[in-house]
């Protein structure tokens, strides 16, 4: 193996009992996140989705060339712009693009073209890959397996904001060019996902149809 620049792990081993608990407590926290399209009009402090975000920085990813890039948006006059081209994207995939059998498997989930919640959240995240970087700013490098680590990022986000207290929904439009122009980004990223993160509206409602999640037996085979 080739010689390479390390330091010592900075890993704890706990006792057996700690780690049933904590992996307990974790699957018991996670299993409440649900899927939010009503949100409160009540602002979240920046330091929340800051700490959120680099949570999310943490991920594994490929040559750790970390292909990502969060475009954070609060409150101001960037959102009327965003709702109406991601709306206008939604009219088109439920009038014409999107395909009978798709349709029939969003129905139960109650969504259409209207998304207030991209005004009415206190903070949306677009999250965009980039085809090229490095493990340090500036770098100009080809980037590897880039779709899985901005999906690995997306997770550890997701469940960083979870775990502060917000509730959250994950939007993707497509086509997303509309993202990269109003966030400004460059040629050499691609928009991914839009995160929308904030507090649920009182009495808000999750559809019965996205309670159900399968069970151990159904996810995972043992060998």
């Known amino acids: 193996m080739t010689d390479f620049p390390s330091r010592p792990l900075p890993f ?20 409440t996140r649900r899927t939010v399209r009503d ?23 490929g040559a750790n060339h970390q292909p990502w890039h969060f475009a954070v948006i609060g409150k101001g006059p960037l959102r009327a712009r965003l709702r109406a081209a991601a709306e206008a994207e939604e009219r088109a995939f439920y009038e014409s693009k999107a395909s009978a059998e798709w ?9 259409d073209a209207v998304k207030p919640y991209l005004e009415t959240a206190p903070w ?16 100009d490098r080809k980037n590897y397996y880039v779709a899985e680590s901005v ?3 997306c997770g550890f986000l997701l469940a960083a904001l979870h775990q502060a207290g917000l509730a959250t ?4 439009p497509n ?35 996205a309670l159900i999640k399968k069970p151990l037996q159904d996810i995972s085979s043992w060998l």
Do not use: W
């Open 175 to 209: 086509p997303m060019g509309f993202l990269s122009e109003i966030c400004e980004r460059p040629e050499n990223e691609k928009p991914y996902m839009l995160i929308v993160a904030g507090y649920p509206a009182p009495g808000a409602r999750v559809p019965e149809h």
């Open 39 to 61: 949100f409160a009009d009540r602002d979240v402090p920046r330091e929340i989705i800051e700490n959120a975000i680099r949570s999310a920085g943490t991920a594994p990813s």
């Open 12 to 31: 704890s081993e706990l006792p057996p009992e700690e780690m049933r608990a904590r992996a307990k407590a974790f699957f018991e926290a996670m299993k």
């Open 169 to 172: 929904l994950t939007h993707t």
């Open 103 to 111: 349709l029939a498997a969003l129905a139960p989930l109650g969504t």
């Open 151 to 153: 999906g690995i990022a």
């Open 124 to 139: 949306l995240i677009a999250v965009f890959a980039q085809r090229r970087g490095g493990a340090r700013a500036g770098e």
